[in-house]
């Protein structure tokens, strides 16, 4: 199994809340770590609060954070001005994420610079094309394997987006897996309905075993296909379907028309969702009375709570 490339490794030694205060975001500059370097270790006597706080996950696929439309006059200006970092991660800061995972993730210098803002970890997971992911937490971060295929290594027409699975240990000292995804956009559903079994097999021993386990990310499919039944089946709990109200629609972030991006659970953790929603607000969005407005992404971010004291 591959090992992702290098990331940095961000501690957590301020509230997000003080983020939001400081102006220009500054973060934690200049606390860039080698793979080598040691996460900040879950703390098993947390104070109770913090480890029965609500877990907040947010998927999405981030356009590679050169915002949408990339041909807007504002949009040019924002990213020339080495802007769209900051824009990020105050928007998603005002969510007060734990786990968040990128679909389209820019290069890993943007990446580094968002997840310093959120104060967070973070582990990037190669591509097979062009389309590398990311998966950031507040939490430390372990164990994350690139494509982890049953038996070898990933045929080269699967996976060309991304898929890496880690786990994240919460602050109780519970292990959580998550895995990290975006599946392929081809209108014809015979690529992602060969990606999904072979997803399927490196996730049924953790899935057989009741483990608490979520799969973010863009799967490039809507609820009514063929392609989410076969999560549904093996086990994996649609959150929106289970706590959400209207469509969930997630893409474009103008006038969405579909939901293809997912926050599924499995394990007990499934048993514990509260919220589960598309961001369809704030810059998220465009402003359909401002013709310059534009959104940080074609996609809406999908939003999911967990009460861990359930």
């Given at each position: 199994?591959?090992?992702?490339?290098c990331?940095?490794?961000?501690?957590s030694?301020?509230?997000?809340?003080?983020?939001?205060?400081r102006?220009?975001g500054?973060?934690?500059?200049?606390?860039?770590?080698t793979c080598?370097?040691?996460f900040v270790?879950?703390?098993p006597?947390?104070?109770e609060e913090?480890?029965?706080?609500?877990?907040?996950v947010?998927a999405?696929?981030?356009?590679?954070c050169t915002?949408w439309?990339?041909d807007?006059a504002?949009?040019k200006k924002?990213?020339a001005?080495?802007?769209m970092?900051d824009r990020?991660?105050?928007e998603l800061?005002?969510y007060?994420?734990?786990v968040?995972?990128?679909?389209?993730s820019?290069?890993?210098k943007v990446?580094?610079?968002i997840a310093?803002r959120?104060e967070?970890?973070?582990?990037?997971f190669p591509?097979?094309?062009?389309?590398p992911g990311?998966l950031l937490?507040r939490?430390?971060?372990?164990d994350p394997?690139?494509?982890?295929?049953?038996?070898?290594?990933?045929?080269?027409?699967l996976f060309?987006?991304?898929?890496?699975?880690?786990?994240?240990k919460?602050?109780?000292?519970?292990s959580?897996?998550v895995h990290s995804?975006?599946?392929?956009p081809?209108p014809?559903?015979?690529v992602?309905?060969?990606?999904?079994?072979?997803m399927l097999?490196?996730m049924?021993?953790?899935?057989?075993?009741?483990?608490?386990?979520?799969?973010?990310g863009?799967?490039?499919?809507?609820?009514?296909?063929?392609?989410?039944?076969?999560?549904t089946?093996?086990?994996?709990?649609?959150?929106?379907?289970?706590?959400?109200?209207?469509?969930?629609?997630?893409?474009?972030?103008d006038e969405?028309?579909?939901?293809i991006?997912?926050?599924?659970?499995?394990?007990?953790i499934?048993?514990?969702?509260?919220?589960s929603?598309?961001?369809?607000e704030?810059?998220f969005?465009t402003?359909p009375a401002?013709?310059?407005?534009f959104a940080?992404?074609d996609?809406l971010?999908?939003?999911a709570?967990f009460?861990?004291?359930?």
């Amino acid at each position: 199994m591959n090992v992702p490339e290098c990331s940095s490794l961000v501690s957590s030694a301020t509230s997000r809340r003080r983020f939001l205060r400081r102006a220009g975001g500054a973060g934690l500059a200049g606390l860039g770590a080698t793979c080598l370097a040691p996460f900040v270790r879950a703390d098993p006597f947390a104070r109770e609060e913090e480890r029965t706080r609500p877990l907040r996950v947010i998927a999405y696929n981030v356009y590679e954070c050169t915002g949408w439309p990339k041909d807007r006059a504002m949009v040019k200006k924002a990213t020339a001005a080495g802007q769209m970092p900051d824009r990020f991660a105050r928007e998603l800061a005002l969510y007060e994420p734990d786990v968040i995972n990128f679909s389209e993730s820019p290069d890993e210098k943007v990446v580094q610079q968002i997840a310093e803002r959120l104060e967070m970890h973070h582990v990037r997971f190669p591509s097979g094309g062009n389309w590398p992911g990311t998966l950031l937490s507040r939490f430390e971060i372990v164990d994350p394997q690139n494509a982890p295929v049953v038996g070898g290594e990933r045929p080269a027409d699967l996976f060309t987006r991304h898929w890496g699975r880690a786990t994240v240990k919460l602050p109780g000292g519970e292990s959580l897996i998550v895995h990290s995804a975006h599946l392929h956009p081809a209108p014809e559903p015979d690529v992602r309905l060969r990606e999904i079994p072979a997803m399927l097999a490196s996730m049924r021993e953790d899935l057989n075993a009741g483990r608490s386990m979520l799969l973010i990310g863009d799967l490039n499919h809507t609820p009514d296909v063929a392609e989410h039944r076969l999560w549904t089946d093996a086990g994996w709990v649609d959150t929106f379907v289970k706590v959400g109200a209207g469509e969930g629609l997630t893409i474009k972030a103008d006038e969405p028309t579909r939901r293809i991006d997912y926050v599924m659970a499995a394990g007990p953790i499934a048993g514990q969702i509260v919220e589960s929603r598309p961001l369809f607000e704030g810059a998220f969005r465009t402003n359909p009375a401002d013709p310059q407005s534009f959104a940080l992404s074609d996609h809406l971010p999908q939003l999911a709570v967990f009460d861990l004291a359930k």
